[in-house]
C-alpha cells in the first residue's frame, strides 16, 4: 500500500543540531486528506522545534488563539477517527507535538516535573484544549478566552453598530482610554479572570491620576504606571468623583456586555465601585430671573446682516425654544421651514431619538431670522471643537468664561450663575407653571413622550400650529419667567 511521507527542509541556522538538511517521516496514512492534516502538525511541531533551538523567545499567537486552533483540529479528528481508542492515540500524538519539545526546551523529562509558570503559554493553551478535549468539555477556561483589549475593541464596534444609539466620538475616546488603564493593569489578560480585588487595586491606582492625565498627546504610549509616575504629585489634584464613576460606568457596561455573550460569568467586580457625588447646588439649575437679565445684557449687539452675534442670540433662542446648544449652533437657513403659515427650525437628527423634531420660530426671533445668511449655517462665525467636532463646543466654553467674568466683575451673583444646559430647564419650568402636559412639552424640548399611550400611539403628537401655540408662551426675562 502506498502511504504518504512529511519532508521539511531544516534552517541552515540550526541544521548542525538536528544533524540533517531535510527530516522526512512516513505518515503512515494512504488517505489524502488526513495525510495533509497530519502533515500540517508535524510542519507545526518541526517549526516549533527550529524556533527553539534558535533560543526564539518570539510567542508566535496569543494563547487563545492557539486554544482555538487546536480546539477545531481536535474536532475535525472527532470526525476523522470514529474509534475511541484511534482517537485517542492521535490525541497524543497532538500532545506530545506539543509537550516534548517544551520539556527538552526547560531541561526536564515530563512537563510535569516543572513550575507551570515556566511552560510557554503558547503551549500551555494547546496542552489545555487537549486535557479539555478528553474531559468533553466545551468551553475555553477563563485563561484562554480573548484577552482583554479584543474584548473591549468588539464591545466598542457592538455598541457603535446601532447607528440611531451611537456614542459620541468624545464619549467613545473616554472609553477607549479607561480600557488602555484596566488592559495595562491586568497585562491584557482576559476580562474572565478578573476578580474584586484587581478591580480595587486598579481604582485605587486610578484615584491618584491627575485630572489632565489624559490631555498629553502621548498619553496613549504610557503605561499606567508611567503615568501614575508622571504625573501623581504628593497633595497635587486628583480624579474628581464623577470621573471615576464615568470610569465604572464604561468597565461595567463591558462586563454585562460581556456576560450576556457568555465570556464572563459570576459576580460583577466593577460594580460596587460607584462613588457618591456631591451636586453643586446650582449645577445646570435653571437661571434666576435675575441672572437672566444680566446674562441677556452681556452683549449688546445682535450682530449684522448675515453675521448675526451667537452670543446675543443663542441665549434668546435657547430660552424661546427649548433647544440644545449644539442643536442650534447646526442649524442651517435650509432648517428654516415653513408648513400651514408657521416658520419652524427642522431638526433632522441629534442626542435622541426624540431629539428629531420640528420646533416653530418664536415671534421675537423674526429680527434674527433677518439678520441670517440664505444659504449655510446660521452662525457662519462658529468653529467646530472638540472630539466630535461640534459646532457648540467652542462658544459654549466661551459662554462660560464670559458668565465667569461677570461673576468675578461682581453684575453676576456665583450663586446665580448656571449652564447653557440651565436655558432648557428655564423653559420645561416655564411650561410646568402653565400647567402644560408634560407630553406637549416634551415634544418642543426633545425628550421622550411618556407612556404608552402617547408615547407609542400617538408618533406624531401635535399638529405644528398647536406647537406653535406652546413656544408663544415663552417670554424672556420681566415678561412672563417671574
Not at 460583577?268 to 447646588?281: A, C, D, I, L, Q
Not at 461682581?410 to 428655564?426: C, D, I, M, P, V
Request: hydrophobic share 40%; glycine share 8%.
Amino acid at each position: 500500500m502506498n502511504v504518504w511521507w512529511f519532508q521539511m527542509a531544516v534552517p541552515a541556522a540550526v541544521q548542525s543540531a538536528v544533524g540533517k538538511k531535510v527530516v522526512a517521516e512516513n505518515l503512515k496514512t494512504a488517505d489524502r486528506r488526513l495525510a495533509q492534516h497530519l502533515a500540517l502538525a508535524r510542519a507545526a511541531h518541526w517549526k516549533r522545534e527550529f524556533d527553539l533551538l534558535r533560543a526564539s523567545e518570539v510567542e508566535t499567537q496569543p494563547p487563545h488563539v492557539v486554544f482555538e486552533e487546536v480546539v477545531q483540529r481536535i474536532n475535525w479528528l472527532k470526525q476523522k477517527f470514529r474509534d475511541p481508542d484511534d482517537l485517542d492515540e492521535q490525541l497524543d500524538l497532538l500532545w506530545d507535538g506539543y509537550a516534548d519539545p517544551e520539556a527538552r526546551r526547560l531541561g526536564v523529562g515530563e512537563l510535569s516535573e516543572t513550575d507551570p509558570d515556566e511552560v510557554h503559554p503558547e503551549v500551555a493553551a494547546a496542552l489545555e484544549a487537549i486535557k479539555a478535549a478528553r474531559a468533553g468539555k466545551v468551553e475555553a477556561p477563563a485563561e484562554f478566552r480573548a484577552p482583554f483589549s479584543d474584548l473591549s475593541a468588539r464591545y466598542i464596534t457592538d455598541i457603535q453598530r446601532d447607528t440611531a444609539n451611537r456614542r459620541t466620538m468624545q464619549t467613545i475616546s473616554q472609553m477607549e482610554a479607561v480600557f488602555r488603564l484596566f488592559r495595562d493593569h491586568i497585562d491584557n489578560k482576559p476580562l474572565a479572570i478578573v476578580k474584586g480585588k484587581v478591580v480595587a487595586a486598579f481604582f485605587d491606582k486610578v484615584k491618584r491620576l491627575d485630572p489632565n492625565w489624559g490631555r498629553s498627546p502621548d498619553t496613549k504610549g504610557r503605561t499606567l504606571d508611567q503615568l501614575l509616575a508622571f504625573y501623581a504629585k504628593a497633595g497635587g489634584k486628583v480624579l474628581s468623583s464623577r470621573t471615576l464613576n464615568r470610569y465604572v460606568s464604561s468597565l461595567n457596561g463591558l462586563w454585562e456586555w460581556a456576560d450576556s455573550r457568555g465570556e464572563v460569568s459570576g459576580k460583577n467586580p466593577f460594580s460596587g465601585h460607584w462613588t457618591k457625588v456631591k451636586t453643586r447646588r446650582n449645577a445646570h439649575a435653571p437661571w434666576t430671573d435675575e441672572a437672566l437679565k444680566v446674562v441677556l445684557s452681556l452683549q449688546s449687539s445682535p450682530g449684522s446682516e448675515g453675521k448675526p452675534n451667537p452670543l446675543y442670540w443663542l441665549p434668546r433662542i435657547a430660552l424661546l425654544s427649548g433647544m440644545r446648544l449644539n442643536e442650534i449652533c447646526s442649524l442651517e437657513w435650509a432648517d428654516v421651514q415653513t408648513e400651514e403659515g408657521v416658520t419652524y427650525f427642522d431638526i433632522p437628527e441629534g442626542k435622541t431619538e426624540s431629539s428629531v423634531r420640528v420646533v416653530p420660530v418664536h415671534s421675537a426671533l423674526a429680527p434674527f431670522l433677518d439678520l441670517c445668511p440664505r444659504s449655510g449655517f446660521l452662525f457662519p462665525s462658529l468653529a467646530p471643537g472638540g472630539p466630535d467636532k461640534k459646532r457648540g463646543w467652542n462658544i459654549g466654553k466661551k459662554f462660560g468664561r464670559v458668565t465667569l467674568a461677570a461673576v468675578k466683575a461682581g453684575s453676576l451673583k456665583a450663586e446665580q450663575r448656571s449652564t447653557f444646559h440651565g436655558f432648557r430647564k428655564n423653559v420645561a419650568q416655564a411650561f410646568e407653571r402653565y400647567r402644560i402636559a408634560e407630553t406637549e412639552a416634551a415634544q418642543i424640548i426633545g425628550h421622550k413622550k411618556p407612556g404608552m399611550t402617547y408615547g407609542v400611539y400617538s408618533p406624531i403628537g401635535l399638529r405644528i400650529e398647536q406647537k406653535q401655540g406652546l413656544v408663544e408662551l415663552l417670554r424672556l426675562p420681566g415678561k412672563g419667567f417671574e
